[in-house]
């Protein structure tokens, strides 16, 4: 299984966005966000785009690999 480390939670709320207000954008659910937030749902690369775009970050600064 490969694991992922992300900064959706702290970009998400130095952006001053609730889970739900983020789901509306990237036009998912809020379970969607909270489940990718605590690592349970890997997100697809389109995912992973519209969210890096809603916070207007890269997708390699939300996630990343393991060393």
């Keep these: ?27 998912v659910s809020r379970k969607t966000i909270n489940t990718v937030e605590n690592g349970v749902f890997i997100p697809s690369t389109v995912l992973a785009l519209k969210l890096a775009q809603a916070l207007n970050t890269s997708v390699e600064t939300l996630f990343q690999l393991p060393d």
């Design 1 to 27: 299984m490969i694991l992922l480390h992300n900064q959706l939670r702290a970009h998400r709320t130095a952006a001053n966005l609730t889970q739900a207000a983020l789901a509306d954008q990237v036009e």
